[in-house]
C-alpha cells in the first residue's frame, strides 16, 4: 500500500470511527473566524487603514485600558515621554501593553510589574529581566518623563 492509498484509509476509518470530531472541528474553526470578526468591532463602511489609525490614535497614551487603575497616570506619563524622548516612548508603551502597573507614593512615580496570564510577564524574574534590557539603559530619560508628568 503506498502512502497515498494509506492516508485516504486512515482518513476514512477516523470518519467512521468519529464522524462527530470533523463536524465539531468545522464548527469549532467557523465560530472562531466568527469571533474574530465580531473583536475588530468596525464599522461596515470604515476601511481596515481607517480603523488601524483609529486605534493607533485611541491606543497611544494607554494601550491597556482595561488596566483602568492607573490609567490616567500612564496617559500623562506616555504623553509627556513621547516630547521628551521617542525611544522612551515606545519602551514605556510596550510596558504598558505588557502590564506593568505606575504608582505615585510621596509624589514620586514607579513602575511595577503585573504578573500572570493576561499580562506578558508570567513571574517577577521575567519582568526584572525585561527591565534591565529596556528601561535601565534610559533611566535618565524615564525618571526626567516621571518627573516631568503634573
Keep these: 500500500m503506498n502512502n497515498n492509498n494509506w492516508e485516504e484509509k486512515k482518513k476514512e476509518v477516523m470518519k467512521n470511527k468519529i464522524p462527530s470530531f470533523f463536524e465539531e472541528n468545522k464548527v469549532k474553526n467557523e465560530e472562531n473566524e466568527s469571533d474574530k470578526e465580531e473583536k475588530l ?3 461596515d463602511e470604515e476601511s481596515f487603514e481607517d480603523y488601524i489609525k483609529r486605534l493607533q490614535t485611541e491606543y497611544k497614551y494607554d494601550p491597556r485600558p482595561d488596566l483602568k487603575e492607573d490609567s490616567q497616570l500612564w496617559q500623562k506619563v506616555l504623553k509627556t515621554a513621547e516630547k521628551i524622548d521617542k525611544k522612551a516612548y515606545y ?4 510596558f504598558r501593553c505588557g502590564g506593568a502597573k505606575l504608582k505615585t507614593e510621596n ?3 514607579t513602575m511595577i510589574s503585573r504578573t500572570g496570564r493576561k499580562h506578558l510577564w508570567q513571574s517577577k524574574k521575567e519582568y526584572m ?3 534591565k534590557k529596556w528601561l535601565i539603559p534610559l533611566r535618565k530619560s524615564i525618571s526626567e518623563i516621571f518627573n516631568s508628568v503634573e
Design 41 to 43: 468591532e468596525r464599522k
Design 129 to 131: 529581566k525585561d527591565r
Design 107 to 109: 509624589g514620586e512615580i
Design 91 to 94: 519602551i514605556l508603551h510596550g
